[in-house]
Nanobody
Framework: QVQLVEAGGGLVQAGDSLTLSCRYTGMSSSHTLGWFRQAPGKDREFVSAYRWNGGRTYYADSVKGRFTISRDNAKNTVYLQMNSLKPEDTAIYYC??????????????????WGQGTQVTVSS
């Protein structure tokens, strides 16, 4: 059974950087770990994903070039490095695990295990 624990959220200013972490247990080579976020009054949206098999990474257009997802096998942790943060990045960030097919990895319904979420607030 997959378990996920996020950490690293906080309050930063526009232009700052922040790194979120997602410590996992129970992941297998068939899993994908995704990051999603939900801003107040908005639907949860895809941010980034890391596929265990092959290590490929995926990003939403809104964060491409600013965010980087990476995995540290020794620490059982996936990181989301967020640079050049903008006020519109303000949201609760969740990591999630699942076995989505490639065409579905941007959909939250493709993930069955979720962390508790961590708040990121970017002030202007």
């Amino acid at each position: 059974q997959v378990q996920l624990v996020e950490a690293g959220g906080g309050l930063v200013q526009a232009g700052d950087s922040l790194t979120l972490s997602c410590r996992y247990t129970g992941m297998s080579s068939s899993h994908t770990l995704g990051w999603f976020r939900q801003a107040p009054g908005k639907d949860r949206e895809f941010v980034s994903a890391y596929r265990w098999n092959g290590g490929r990474t995926y990003y939403a257009d809104s964060v491409k070039g600013r965010f980087t997802i990476s995995r540290d096998n020794a620490k059982n942790t996936v990181y989301l490095q967020m640079n050049s943060l903008k006020p519109e990045d303000t949201a609760i960030y969740y990591c999630a695990a699942g076995r989505p097919i490639l065409s579905s990895l941007r959909y939250d319904s493709s993930y069955g295990s979720w962390g508790q979420g961590t708040q990121v607030t970017v002030s202007s």
